[in-house]
């Protein structure tokens, strides 16, 4: 189980104090599928970064399985089975795509058949990409990919997606959306997925809106999806506004 317990971030940019979040509380239970959606610049993604350490709370802790992680960094917090995707994948110049997956899944001697079941979840092709390297030569959707299998192949028990379909194309995200699916229905893991996306939205057991650094919402896909769509009316006044003639 993971909880979040009275987690603020306060960072200073001059004389100005910015609240990025804002007494931050939430528990997640095991083997669930909890989305994370809301506005741009609402803090979703520094929440995650908060439960996988590579950002560190001003005040709050962040306790997983009953054990304290709020002063661990992120080595020892992956090493308790957290792993995070992020938004924006960094590149690894002379790491080939197969050193990546061997590196992710711990398993020294990981089969070129194992690489290729990783990959296809994410809808590539094995004997494309094993020898690549995870540089810039891959484009975005392609490098977004070889991440998320990544982290497939970590197979830990709370797994982080940011955005995981940023840049994915329509017949890659529809084979993402099926192994999410997969790893929810066997219940190995516990899943947060940053996603703007109705159909991932749709898939979770908890919807938690995070805006202006707090939770607005949390409940159901089916309670909170119709919030989103009147919120989003509401806040476009070319779409609520009267179009005169
Ligand atoms: N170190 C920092 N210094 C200044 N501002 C920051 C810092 N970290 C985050 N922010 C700001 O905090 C807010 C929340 O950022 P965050 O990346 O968590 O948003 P998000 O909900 O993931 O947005 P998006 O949907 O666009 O990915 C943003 O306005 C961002 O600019
Ligand atoms: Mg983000």
Not at 142 to 152: N, Q, Y
Not at 170 to 179: G, K
Request: with cysteine; net charge negative.
């Amino acid at each position: 189980m993971l909880e979040l317990k009275n987690i603020h971030y306060v960072v200073h940019e001059g004389d100005e104090e910015l609240h990025i979040l804002n007494d931050v509380s939430l528990t997640i239970d095991d083997h669930k599928l909890v989305v994370f959606t809301g506005p741009n610049g609402g803090g979703k993604t520094t929440l995650a970064k908060i439960v996988m350490g590579l950002v560190t709370p001003t005040s709050g802790q962040i306790i997983w399985n009953g054990q304290d992680i709020t002063e661990l960094g992120i080595t020892e917090r992956a090493k308790l089975g957290i792993s995070y995707g992020f938004q924006q994948p960094p590149r690894f110049k002379g790491l080939t795509v197969k050193d990546l997956l061997t590196l992710a899944s711990g398993n020294q001697k990981l089969s070129k058949d194992m690489c290729c079941q990783y990959l296809t979840k994410v809808g590539l092709c094995a004997n494309d990409y094993l020898d690549r390297e995870v540089d810039v030569s891959l484009s975005g959707g392609e490098v977004k990919r070889i991440e998320i299998a990544s982290i497939l192949a970590r197979n830990s028990d709370l797994m982080i997606f940011d955005e995981p379909e940023a840049g994915i194309d329509l017949w890659s995200f529809a084979r993402l959306t099926e192994t999410f699916e997969h790893i929810h229905h066997t219940g190995n893991a516990t899943m947060i997925i940053i996603s703007h996306q109705e159909r991932i939205i749709s898939l979770a057991d908890e919807v938690i809106v995070v805006g202006d650094g707090t939770i607005r919402h949390r409940g159901s896909a089916q309670e909170i999806l119709p919030q989103i769509l009147a919120d989003t009316l509401g806040g476009c006044p070319v779409l609520t506004k009267e179009v005169k003639a």
